[in-house]
């Protein structure tokens, strides 16, 4: 597989194939914030591993060529951190990103351009805030036959976190596909929210959203509890199943997964 290996806002390494091409531009008089290009221009995979051990600033731009079929996963780590993606998909791209967050805190702006017809993107976030977690993701239907699938899954931990979703279709975007389904589980009395908005000039296509945030149900536990599960294991089994579901992950990435899940719960 692909992958990049980002520390401290600086790229470490890159193994990639011809079918990926990357830039990174440090920050300068000119450029405050480093700056990292993605050119994905054939069917490929790639994983993007991300740690730093202060807090830090990057601006990411991601982009997919015409009839291209690409799949990111994204392991970000360490301490608080603002990013801005950009992601530009062309006619017939298909991208499928899944992110895993475990933070002190983090800042994100994600815009999406879908623009060529039948472009689509396929987006996972899942989450354990530790800290202030707040990401603001908007997509663009710029042409026809366009498609976006959002999923924001957030576990929170300690102070509060904030999702924003927004759904943008002009006018002539016919037979376009936007579905967003948010979910937040809070463990703290901090004040979570989930902002779903569709802006919507068009009636030829299909939209939903859904939003839900609060613990897991009563009934759920006692089920557990009740085939002798302590009720710390029942919450870790339905904590896992909520942040490992529907993300497609190698043997190893789940596992480090599942080793951050059981730092707290076991």
Known sequence: MNKILIENDIVVSAALSSKIKISFLE???DFS?????????????????YH??????????????????AKITEIRTGNFMKIRYRYEIDTDGHLFVQKIHHMKGIRELDT????GERAKIHYILKTIATKREKYDITVYHQ???????VQTNGVNLEE??????????????VGSIV?????????TEGNCSIH???????YDLVANHSAWVGTFKEEELFYLQSRGLSEEMATCLLVKGFLLSDLELTNKQKEEFDNIINQYWR
């Open 33 to 49: 914030v480093n700056k990292l290009v993605v050119d994905i221009l054939k069917d490929s995979k790639l994983e993007i591993v």
């Open 160 to 173: 509060t976190l904030d999702f924003h979703v927004s759904g943008v279709v002009p006018a002539g975007r």
């Open 27 to 29: 920050q300068s008089e």
């Open 196 to 202: 779903p908005n569709l802006f919507i000039d068009e």
């Open 52 to 69: 730093n051990e202060s807090a830090s600033k990057l601006d990411i731009l991601i982009r997919v060529s015409e009839g291209v079929d």
């Open 112 to 115: 999406i351009y879908l623009n």
């Open 143 to 149: 042409s026809k036959y366009t498609e976006s699938f």
């Open 179 to 187: 579905d967003q389904k948010n979910r937040i589980v809070n463990f």
